[in-house]
């Protein structure tokens, strides 16, 4: 576990910071911007990149993906350069929940798939990659996005292991379950062999 060190009243504000950024629905922005209408009537409701490529719009679906990584990444290297580890990993913490439950939507946000990679990145750039490659990896076989966000998510504790990241395996118990959580009716789908496939509508 990493210890605590700095002090309660810094760390409310980088969980604040890092909350705040992760709300930002890019999601929701980018489609209102290149006039997609409103994601959360289509398709699966859902505000991230999977369902942005449902709408037919690679672009937009791209971009989704890289700021929704992004700004979990940038809450990550931003506490990380002011303050110290227990502050970074705080603020990853914070901005994969923003992301979940953002402010901005009254509550109801994403599953955290994006941004949880992007967190890990920031985190531990080797442990990111290991955890994006078995992203990539289940993605390839098995054209399932939700699946691919489970395995990533799981296999983090795995990698944190790997590379000597002990410090990091409590943060990446937590972060896996949030993610496994907001992925629940994407469970009872894939256990009953429904869930759709990448960039099937």
Same mark, same amino acid.
């Given at each position: 576990?990493?210890?605590?060190?700095?002090?309660?009243?810094?760390?409310? /504000?980088?969980?604040?910071?890092?909350?705040?950024? +992760?709300?930002?629905?890019?999601?929701?922005?980018?489609?209102?911007?290149? +006039?997609?209408?409103?994601?959360? &009537?289509?398709?699966? +409701? @859902?505000?991230?990149?999977? @369902?942005?490529?449902?709408?037919? @719009?690679?672009?937009?679906?791209?971009?989704?993906?890289?700021?929704?990584?992004?700004?979990?990444?940038?809450?990550?290297?931003?506490?990380?350069?002011?303050?110290?580890?227990?502050?970074?990993?705080?603020?990853? /913490?914070?901005?994969?929940? +923003? !992301?979940?439950?953002?402010?901005?939507? &009254?509550?109801?946000?994403?599953?955290?798939?994006?941004?949880?990679?992007?967190?890990?990145?920031?985190?531990?750039?080797?442990?990111?990659?290991?955890?994006?490659?078995?992203?990539?990896?289940?993605?390839?076989?098995? #054209?399932?996005?939700?699946?691919?966000?489970?395995?990533?998510?799981?296999?983090?504790?795995?990698?944190?292991?790997?590379?000597?990241?002990?410090?990091?395996?409590? /943060?990446?118990?937590?972060?896996?379950?949030?993610?496994?959580?907001? !992925? #629940?009716? @994407?469970?009872?789908? /894939?256990?009953?062999?429904?869930?759709?496939?990448?960039?099937? &509508?």
């Amino acid at each position: 576990m990493t210890p605590i060190d700095t002090p309660i009243l810094i760390l409310g /504000l980088w969980a604040a910071v890092g909350y705040g950024m +992760g709300s930002v629905p890019f999601g929701i922005v980018l489609s209102r911007l290149m +006039g997609l209408g409103d994601l959360r &009537k289509q398709g699966s +409701g @859902n505000i991230g990149a999977t @369902n942005v490529l449902r709408t037919g @719009n690679k672009t937009a679906a791209a971009l989704t993906l890289i700021l929704d990584g992004g700004k979990g990444t940038a809450a990550v290297l931003l506490a990380r350069a002011i303050s110290g580890e227990d502050a970074t990993q705080l603020a990853g /913490l914070a901005a994969l929940i +923003g !992301h979940c439950f953002p402010i901005f939507l &009254k509550f109801k946000g994403g599953k955290g798939a994006a941004t949880f990679l992007g967190v890990m990145l920031g985190l531990s750039f080797p442990l990111g990659l290991a955890c994006c490659a078995s992203w990539l990896a289940t993605a390839y076989f098995m #054209r399932i996005s939700s699946l691919s966000a489970l395995v990533a998510a799981a296999s983090s504790l795995l990698w944190a292991a790997v590379f000597g990241q002990a410090q990091m395996i409590g /943060l990446c118990a937590v972060l896996a379950l949030l993610v496994i959580e907001r !992925h #629940r009716a @994407n469970i009872a789908r /894939l256990t009953a062999g429904t869930e759709p496939k990448i960039g099937q &509508k």
